[in-house]
């Protein structure tokens, strides 16, 4: 009986791996449970979105309104890092530079969106067409329609579950 070459052996077995959903990472096999296939938005199995219940519409003018306001409930750095790393093996990028993602809230603060739930936040990529830095731009404008009364809370939070890129277009800001 023949032996098979080990780089063989290790390609295809890396194969096997990645046909059943997993990657492997410094000599470890790990699940990949979350899809990039929603990209640029998460994967609505593992973020859907969570809210923050003290932001509602009638406290707005007290909460999200308030320049600031963000700052006083935005989970540290050492949390959010954190779960960024736990959640790129999750999402099974083969790209796992941390400074290649933000940790970003899927239904925002400025929305009322919860600030330390697993369901809100997620690693989302810089890089591409639809990135962090577009979202935060929509975000932005959908806060100062919401606070001018433009757009109810829950109509921005809807429209921003819905699809980012065509929430502005959905309510009719864009």
Known sequence: ?????????????????????????????????????????????????????????????????????????????????????????????TDTSTSDYEEDHFVPLELGGAPKSELNLWPEPQYGTKTAANKDTVENKLKKAVCAGTVSLSEAQDAIISDWTTALSDLGLG
Not at 8 to 15: C, D, E, K, N, P
Not at 40 to 47: A, I, K, R
Not at 55 to 84: E, F, H, M, N
């Open 1 to 93: 009986m023949s032996r098979i070459p080990r780089p063989l052996v290790t390609s295809l077995s890396a194969l096997a791996l990645a046909a059943a959903g997993l990657t492997v990472a410094t000599g470890s096999a790990h699940a990949a449970t979350c899809s990039q296939a929603y990209l640029p938005l998460p994967d609505p199995g593992c973020q859907p979105g969570a809210l923050n219940p003290d932001v509602t519409q009638s406290t707005i003018d007290s909460t999200i309104c308030v320049s600031g306001w963000t700052a006083t409930v935005r989970p540290s750095s050492s949390y959010t890092t954190a779960l960024k790393k736990k959640q790129i093996v999750e999402y099974g990028y």
